[in-house]
Each structure stands twice: as structure tokens, then as C-alpha cells.
């Protein structure tokens, strides 16, 4: 079955860095869209980042741009998230999600119903 497993989460000050990684198996995504996705308590899952298919296209929310980086190696089906600079606000479940979208090796969704694949989530929590 296809499988997504975070992992690099964890407990950081403001300011600091995390790397999350999402490994991917069961099927290869190098023609797919991968994005990442975080919900903290009482809140709606949020939109952080996206990467195209072709790995040339990126988007991110405004909350993160210019601080997080997405990249993937598709020789390995993994994704990755570069978050520098983290504030308390970053506080939250990261998710990565892939997408079965395939028409365009440039697109680049930011709606958690053009993704079809979730990880389990990893917890961030930034700390002031």
C-alpha cells in the first residue's frame, strides 16, 4: 500500500531550524505533486508549501515564504521541508501529502482535496 512517514519534528526555540522529511512507498510520486500541510489545535489544516512534479515549480503560503524551502529527490521519493527562522505561530502537526495529479509536471496545488496520500504528521512545536 502507499505510505507516507514523516519524520524530523520536534521541540526548537524561536529562531531555530528543523528539516522535515517525507519518505514516500508503494508508489513512485516522481510525476506527481508533493506538498506539505499543518493543522495546529482548534484550527483548519493550512496550506504551507508546494512542489511540482518537475521539482522547477514551488508555492508557499505567506506565512512561510522566504523562511521554509520545499525540495524532493524523486530518486528516492522523498520530500523535504526546510523550515529557518521558526516562530511559536509555526506550532503545529506538519503533514506531507502527494497528489495523483499528473496532467502538468509544473503545477503546483495548495487545496487539501487535490491531494490524495497523507502521512501520520510530525509534530513542531517552537517554543518562546
Known amino acids: 500500500q502507499v505510505q507516507l512517514v514523516e519524520s524530523g519534528g520536534g521541540l526548537v526555540q524561536t529562531g531555530g531550524s528543523l528539516r522535515l522529511s517525507c519518505a514516500a512507498s508503494?508508489?513512485?510520486?516522481?510525476?506527481?505533486?508533493m506538498g506539505w500541510f499543518r493543522q495546529a489545535p482548534g484550527l483548519e489544516r493550512e496550506f504551507v508549501a508546494v512542489i511540482s512534479a518537475s521539482g522547477t515549480v514551488t508555492n508557499y503560503a505567506d506565512s512561510v515564504k522566504g523562511r521554509f524551502t520545499i525540495y524532493r529527490d524523486n530518486a528516492k521519493n522523498t520530500e523535504y521541508l526546510q523550515m529557518n527562522n521558526l516562530k511559536p505561530e509555526d506550532t503545529a502537526v506538519y503533514y506531507c501529502?502527494?497528489?495523483?495529479?499528473?496532467?502538468?509536471?509544473?503545477?503546483?496545488?495548495?487545496?487539501?482535496?487535490?491531494?490524495?496520500?497523507w502521512g501520520q504528521g510530525t509534530q513542531v512545536t517552537v517554543s518562546s
Open positions: 501529502a502527494a497528489s495523483l495529479l499528473s496532467a502538468s509536471a509544473f503545477y503546483v496545488p495548495s487545496a487539501p482535496y487535490e491531494y490524495d496520500y
Open positions: 508503494g508508489r513512485t510520486f516522481s510525476e506527481n505533486p
